[in-house]
């Protein structure tokens, strides 16, 4: 058996932060356990399995650490040997405790493995149950859901149809996604996607927010907060339903955690309400284990750093190979980086990028370590480099990235999904209405596996014909 120094220090560390006497020792004695705990690699690397139970390496350049996935390969794993670093570790970096508690789910999308069908029922019943109410007590007036949703839609169907989308990891649907149908008659146009797939955009939190505050500000004392809370309820009802699927747990036990609160006390946010910050207020709640599900709305970077790091982690399997899963990871960014920021379909960038490249890539660089920057640039300026290779041709990757069966190729397009929403929230590029290469490349070795079929009644009685929805379903 061989020494693995990244699984053998992960192990020490959980077992260091558990123990009740961690959060009692002074912050001096706790930095200096963690750095007795770091690891340097035989190019000179430095690796500290910190806060958010996850990894980070020191830039080799400018000396700061980076939340990084670690190396696969186990030639570089077993000769990783503990050392201290020369520098200090920085505080963020020493977990506290409860940030290891986090339950992170799945990175899968919804293409492959369908929603299940207690969670779609138990969907359905909230839309029917809260669809009628009146539209004079639940307007959209100029939310997001404005440019989803038909005019007389009431903002309780916004509220569930925001849930869904906001607690989604990557929300990417099989077109025939049933949870998706229940809403077809409500909606204004087709939903963004290609044959397959709807690659639809995640909900930020202000637009639950706002569906929120303007209740509790549309009448005075109790009738506001009856309305809020008749809302905030609603969003706590759907969120726990959704739970139960892996693909949502993280982020619909946080937005419990916020919205739970107000839902039970309903006059809870007035205050907040009337200082214009139900935001900052629900922000508050979360619990310090949950804080890393909503980085996207605190910090678009650190959410970066995330989503990149699982995507290194769906791509574990090409180590088998003798293939590099950061440098892949690296690469297939730039794919979409190339294609979606200089607009040209095969993501063909040659010489010096284009400035749509060039000022995403600036936005990109400070959130990356040296090592995944370097790749990154490589794939991206030259053509001949080996890592261009894993980029899509003709619309499919190369068959040695294949993943060992549907769950992780589900994983896969998810992270890939995930990771482009991040680093467009981050550059202030707006995300492919088609889907992002890479990920669209990964619908082809799903198409076979889906567990869904193409439904033939109106998913509900109270709900039109389908015919007026037939597009949302692909034949």
Do not use: K
Not at 188 to 216: F, I, K, N, Q, S
């Amino acid at each position: 058996m061989h020494w693995d120094g990244f699984t053998a220090i992960e192990r020490d560390v959980r077992a260091m932060v558990a123990d009740p006497r961690w959060a009692a020792l002074p912050a001096t004695a706790r930095a200096q356990a963690m750095a007795q705990r770091s690891l340097v690699t035989p190019d000179g690397s430095f690796w500290l399995f910190g806060t958010h139970a996850r990894w980070y390496r020191q830039d080799r350049v400018d000396g700061r650490w980076h939340l990084s996935a670690p190396p696969a390969l186990l030639a570089v794993r077993s000769a990783a040997r503990p050392l201290p670093p020369a520098t200090g570790i920085p505080p963020l970096l020493i977990p506290a405790g409860p940030d290891f508690a986090v339950e992170r789910g799945t990175t899968q999308a919804f293409v492959g493995p369908d929603v299940p069908e207690d969670i779609t029922e138990r969907i359905r019943d909230l839309v029917v149950a809260h669809r009628r109410l009146r539209r004079g007590d639940f307007p959209l007036h100029g939310s997001v859901f404005r440019d989803v949703f038909a005019a007389d839609v009431t903002g309780t169907v916004a509220a569930v149809w925001g849930t869904i989308m906001w607690c989604a990891y990557a929300p990417a649907f099989d077109g025939n996604e049933v949870l998706l149908s229940l809403f077809g008659e409500f909606l204004a146009r087709p939903l963004p996607g290609d044959d397959w797939v709807r690659w639809l955009p995640p909900v930020p939190l202000d637009a639950l927010v706002t569906l929120y505050a303007e209740r509790m500000l549309a009448q005075p004392g109790e009738g506001g907060a009856r309305l809020a809370g008749l809302l905030a309820g609603l969003i706590a009802e759907t969120a726990s339903v959704l739970r139960t699927d892996p693909r949502f747990r993280l982020r619909a036990d946080t937005l419990l955690a916020m919205v739970g609160p107000a839902a039970a006390q309903p006059w809870l946010d007035r205050p907040a309400a009337l200082a214009g910050a139900v935001r900052q207020a629900w922000l508050a709640r979360r619990p310090p284990h949950l804080a890393v599900a909503t980085l996207s709305e605190t910090s678009p970077g650190e959410d970066f750093r995330h989503r990149l790091y699982d995507l290194v982690e769906a791509l574990g399997h090409v180590a088998a190979t003798g293939a590099d899963p950061r440098a892949v990871a690296a690469s297939l960014l730039a794919a979409d980086v190339a294609a979606v920021s200089s607009g040209a379909a095969t993501g063909a960038v040659t010489g010096t990028a284009t400035s749509g490249v060039t000022s995403v890539v600036t936005m990109l660089y400070p959130w990356m370590d040296d090592e995944m920057r370097r790749s990154f640039y490589v794939a991206l300026t030259d053509p001949a480099h080996p890592l261009r290779g894993c980029w899509p041709v003709s619309g499919e990757l190369p068959a040695a990235l294949t993943p060992p069966g549907r769950d992780a190729t589900a994983a896969l397009l998810g992270a890939a999904y995930a990771t482009g929403l991040a680093w467009c929230r981050l550059a202030g590029t707006a995300p492919p209405p088609r889907g992002f290469p890479v990920s669209s490349a990964a619908v082809a070795w799903l198409m076979h596996q889906r567990d869904d079929t193409v439904p033939e009644l109106p998913v509900t009685g109270e709900f039109h014909d389908q015919s007026e929805s037939g597009w949302l379903f692909h034949r």
